[in-house]
């Protein structure tokens, strides 16, 4: 389980260090980019391999009505990471959130949790989910007061539902072939 919350703090620590410890990062310059791309991937390594070996308490698991509300979730939670990638003008859901691959992520974990009801899981996702509202609300503050972006025509919107639509599509593909079933 160690490895797994050191995974979880590496990550979490990673992304934040720019925010809490300006002084430090700034001087880094472009080689703070390296540090912080080196320092990710090994919290990914560490959080696969905490979550594959964790073990704990289980309080609840898939049921076909969660697996279903996941599904759509994931649905959403791709739209709304995906909203933040067009330039210019943004998507509908893009106007309407501030910081939507922060809302997409903690979307994402969210689902993960309504079907994964375990203490890995929870500190897995949970974390994650801290993490990710934390770096929403020091983005805000960083930020001021937020101007909504314009409206992209609605081919923008159509082009980002068939990206969405595939891209799900593939996740739950590659989940099935890791022996995770997707579906309920």
Known sequence: MIWLILGVLLWAGAHLFKRILPGVRGPMGDAGKIVVAVALLVSIVLMVYGYKHAEGTFYWGRSPAMVGINNLLMLLAFYVYGSSM???EK???????????????SIWAISHLLVNGDTP???LFGGLLIWAQVEIQLLNREAGPWVRPKQAPVRKEIVLVVITLALTTVVMLVHNWLGVPPWG
């Open 91 to 105: 998507v509908w859901i893009a106007t309407k959130i501030r910081n939507p691959q922060l809302t997409g992520f």
């Open 121 to 123: 899981s929870f500190i």
């Open 86 to 88: 067009a330039k210019g």
